[in-house]
């Protein structure tokens, strides 16, 4: 018989912790089949498939739950925060994908974690408390081992890979900020719209459209992307985050064999301690909480 956690669900640590992992394999799988295509097509079609994509398949879903009709919402100018600022974390995650090895892409972007107290202390007045604090100082002292920022000639790529993870907790820290009256649907919803008419500007600069070959990847890459997103959300359902939250770090792991596989990619000296000092922090933190 399952175990039961304090609000009742079921709680299941091994099958949680196992589909975190698909999960993480499969979002690793998605950002490399975007490093694939960023070869032929640009970043600004990607991002704009991908949402596109993304809110075709929810309006069906919407409507058929009766969801379609629960839209109206007070805090319109918070969606458009999220919106805009979640679509522009996504293009930079994916512009870094396509400039450097898979495994430091998608290491940076596990600085979220990080981010996220400093934002909502600055925009929610969280408090943070000392251990938070020192993970958080481990954490960025990992990304500056990364970025070999003591030699002075830091990599502008992994620059807009921070810059993403930074813009990622504000738009994070928007869902949060909310949580009390608008329910899960209405966020997603308003999210893939205002993502999917950002994105759409961006393709005011492109004069290059996708083959039919690159439209079926493109598809491809959302298929994996849900698949990704529902095993994770599965996860955290069934599991509670402090059991099975350390798995996400297993993205790191998921992106550099991938990266070695297709792309011969190996992992410095300096990115391997720097991953090391990211991940400590962030299990550390995560078990003290």
Not at 131 to 142: C, M
Request: include cysteine; charge should be positive; aromatic fraction near 10%.
């Amino acid at each position: 018989m399952s175990a039961r956690s304090a609000d009742g669900a079921a709680d299941r640590p091994i099958k949680g912790a196992l589909l975190l992992v698909l999960g993480e394999g499969l979002l690793a799988v998605m950002a490399a089949m975007i490093k694939h295509l960023s070869d032929t097509m640009p970043v600004e079609v990607i991002v704009f498939g991908r949402n596109l994509l993304g809110l075709t398949v929810l309006l069906p879903i919407l409507v058929a739950s009766g969801g379609i009709r629960d839209l109206r919402t007070g805090h319109l100018g918070l969606h458009f925060i999220r919106g805009f600022t979640g679509v522009s974390a996504m293009f930079c995650f994916f512009y870094t994908i396509a400039h450097i090895p898979l495994a430091e892409a998608v290491l940076v972007k596990m600085t979220v974690p990080f981010f996220l107290p400093l934002v909502a202390w600055l925009w929610l007045g969280d408090r943070i408390s000392g251990h938070t604090w020192l993970a958080i100082l481990i954490g960025f002292v990992g990304v500056g081992v990364i970025l070999q920022a003591d030699r002075g000639a830091v990599d502008p790529v992994m620059l807009v890979a921070l810059a993403g993870a930074m813009i990622m907790s504000i738009a994070k820290v928007s869902i949060r900020r909310m949580a009390a009256s608008e329910p899960p649907h209405r966020v997603v919803f308003y999210f893939s719209l205002f993502a999917t008419l950002f994105s759409a500007l961006l393709l005011l600069r492109v004069r290059q459209w996708p083959s039919a070959e690159e439209a079926l990847w493109m598809l491809g890459i959302g298929a994996v992307a849900i698949g990704g997103q529902f095993a994770m959300t599965t996860a955290y359902q069934i599991a509670r985050p402090g059991q099975v939250g350390v798995y996400n770090y297993s993205a790191v792991v998921w992106a550099a064999l991938l990266g070695w596989v297709f792309w011969g990619e190996t992992l410095m000296l300096t990115t391997v301690i720097g991953t090391l000092l990211i991940i400590g922090a962030g299990i550390w933190n995560l078990k003290t909480r």
